[in-house]
């Protein structure tokens, strides 16, 4: 028997009131996994003044981790070195203002006199050990530093297109291999671990007592030598090497996955490596393609490393520290003042580390 026009609009209603019954258990029964509870800390960089809409972005998804280097101006202050400890505590409390919570110092006083072993370098390391004690103080417990003087994180362009029309950094040795020296000279290898040395002797003694951990970061690009200045921290051996020559656990490193990939390292076996020594204390989550010869930033989604099997790993070796998406693409709309850290670009890796997080997580319950 046909359906009557009055019988037709009681199961339209009967099916309606189902429909909007089921739709609340369905959302209740998705439950995902709360940052608070995630081992590891999310975090968002700010290195260019107290952006307030980055820091609305990173409340509203959830990400209250902070990173970011000591700055008088940062804090709001109009005087004061950023190594003193009302500076450290100033900035603390403003991040706080913000909802957030300063986990890594990324970005240290100048160290080139220390990393090429000149006259002042002592007086570098005095104000170097007054931020490690300040820091300490805070509860501000890791600092992200790295062995690259005069010529830091470096790159042939800084608008190269990728997918889409975004824009990425890049970088081809040959047009940096012929460049003159710096005013400084030459500096060989032996003189650089020479010089680290006599840092490490200097600060990590300090660093134990305060209860703070030095996370070195891996030079990048990793080559040999720029305008004669030898790079040693350019390969997972180094690190190795780094960590023997200072065995405490206030010395480890900064994971920067991009850097080590450019090095061509397999990125799950040095997460292996370093992680079940506890070694590594801060991660840089990024990719790359190419060599480090020939190599361009690359979206999270379209480098040369399986990002869920790198974040499999940092779960199954513990990994409980700090990470935060580094060197993002500039994505329409939005500006390449600072390349490698634009707004909009650090919102897209954001919620790609969030959706691998949950994944990798919920594989394990």
């Given amino acids: 028997m046909k359906d009557t026009r009055r019988d037709f609009i009681k199961k339209g209603a009967a099916l309606s009131a189902l429909s909007t019954f089921s739709i609340p ?42 990173v970011g280097s000591a700055s008088r101006f940062m804090a709001g202050l109009q005087e004061g070195n950023a190594w003193d400890l009302k500076v450290l505590r100033a900035l603390k409390e403003r991040y706080a203002s913000e909802g957030l919570e300063w986990k890594v110092c990324e970005g240290t006083p100048p160290l080139d006199k220390t990393k090429l072993g000149l006259p002042g370098r002592d007086e570098e390391l005095e104000k170097f050990i007054k931020l490690i004690k300040g820091l300490g103080e805070i509860d501000v417990n890791i600092i992200c530093h790295n062995w690259m003087p005069v010529i830091s994180w470096h790159r042939s362009k800084v608008d190269t297109l990728s997918r889409g029309g975004a824009l990425v950094s890049s970088f081809k040795y040959d047009d940096v291999k012929d460049q003159p020296l710096t005013e400084f ?77 450019t090095m061509g390292e397999d990125i799950p076996e040095v997460i292996r490596y370093f992680g079940k020594r506890e070694k590594i204390f801060f991660v840089h989550f990024r990719d790359i393609k190419g060599t480090k010869w020939d190599f361009e930033e690359a979206f999270h989604d379209d480098g040369i490393t399986d990002m869920h099997k790198a974040m499999q790993e940092y779960y199954n070796v513990g990994y409980k520290g700090p990470m935060r998406p580094d060197h993002v693409p500039t994505m329409a709309n939005d500006s390449n003042e600072h390349p490698g850290y634009s707004t909009i670009g650090f919102i897209y890796a954001l919620g790609y580390i969030k959706g691998l997080m949950e994944a990798v997580h919920k594989s394990q319950v």
């Avoid at 999310?42 to 998804?61: H, I, N, P, T, V």
């Fill in 185 to 261: 000279g030459d500096f060989s290898e032996e003189q650089m671990w020479d010089n680290m040395e006599y840092f490490l002797k200097a600060v990590i003694p300090e660093a134990e007592k305060a209860g703070v951990k030095l996370a070195l970061h891996p030079d990048d690009p990793p080559v040999p030598k720029i305008r004669g200045i030898a790079r040693i921290m350019r390969k997972a051996d180094a690190f190795k090497k780094l960590i023997d020559l200072y065995p405490s656990p206030s010395n480890g490193l900064t994971l920067c996955q991009g850097t080590f990939a």
């Fill in 25 to 66: 258990n369905i959302a209740k029964s998705r439950t995902p996994i709360p940052l608070e509870d995630a081992p590891i800390q999310l975090c968002m960089a700010y290195f260019f003044g107290f952006e307030k809409l980055k820091m609305e972005y990173s409340r509203q998804m959830g990400v209250t981790g902070a």
